[in-house]
């Protein structure tokens, strides 16, 4: 598979995807970062379907980082609004998790990079500089629209602090010379301004070989369904898209997600209790998951089904569209589906259960679930 295509693959969207290319025929050093919010703890959306997209472009030649967010999360009322317990225990165990992540998809965890937001923001003139650049060329009502970022929902009434979340998060981008931001379909307002901006800006502008500014590249990557139930069913075909956005897993609902800790009985009992319907192919969160976790990770990835003859047998998928067409047949049963699915997910975290299950990160983990009841 060929760069483009790896930095491609099981993506929603490119942002610049001509410009992409163009950086890649001029043979352009391409500089990634994805940032995390510390709140909770990661769930396997961060630790396996972003370190996955993490290892392509690893693969691809890409020079990737992962921004631990210390101070967005402040803003934004993370572990209580307490600063230096997010960048303290939040931060650590965080890292930890987002490492066990790497491990299960098959990158090397030496090659990843960590960047704490306070220290990129310490004594650091031009980063301010930069924010107040960015700031001066995007109106007040784009930064109202752009709070959803947040998990706001725009028009809410919020202090004052979080209308500069957004422009941070874009001087974040340029402050780092990165030219292929990665983020969830739910940052994209971040990553347009980035991109509206980026010709404007007289402080910390991207520039490429010729010295001349360019736009960076957002990658926006799938946002994996929680397990819940649908707030409403059924859901019309209209509002299906909308609707997938905000029924994504969240670290702060335990039963819509599967976290990077937790264990093979919990797994198995999150997803036997999942919203699964028969037949039902255009909202479920089990296939959801069989398709941008099962179907890829790994070289030759399948799902296994184990069933008595009467029902079918025992049979191996080895591609999503296949299941699908099964699934939406009624050949495949949802209890059946469901017990694949969690024996298979408890294999692919199984690297993640040794790594955090050392003395000294388990006591991490401790200090962390402590943190989330009491806050």
Known sequence: MDRFELIKRNTEEILGEEDLVQLLKNKEKLKHYIG?????????????????????????????????????????????????????????????????????????????????????????????????????????????????????AEGDSVDFAKLIYPPMQVADIFIQGINLPHAGMDQRKAQVIARDVALKLNFSPLLNKKKEKIKPIAIHGHLILGLQKPTTWPISKENLQEFRAQMKMSKSIPSSAVYMDDSEEQIKDKINKAFCLEKEISYNPILDWCKYIIFAIGTSPKLEIKRLDKFGGNITYKDYATLEKDFAEGKLHPSDLKNAVAQKLIKILEPARDHLNSPKIKKLKEEMDKLIITR
Not at 54 to 68: E, P, T, Y
Not at 121 to 131: A, G, I, K, Q, R
């Open 36 to 152: 995390f919010e510390i709140s909770n703890k990661p769930h396997i959306g961060h630790g396996l379907v972003c370190m996955a997209k993490v290892k392509d472009l690893m693969d691809a030649g890409v020079d990737c980082s992962i921004f631990l967010a210390d101070w967005h999360s402040w803003i934004n009322d993370k572990l209580g609004g307490d600063l230096k317990v997010i960048k303290g225990i939040g931060a650590a165990y965080f890292k930890e998790c987002i490492l066990a992540g790497f491990k299960c998809v098959g990158g090397d965890t030496k090659k990843l990079k960590f960047l704490l937001g306070s220290d990129l923001y310490h004594n650091n003139d031009l980063y301010w500089s930069t924010l107040i650049d960015i700031s001066k060329n995007t109106s007040l009502a784009r930064i109202l629209r752009s709070i959803t970022i947040m998990g706001r």
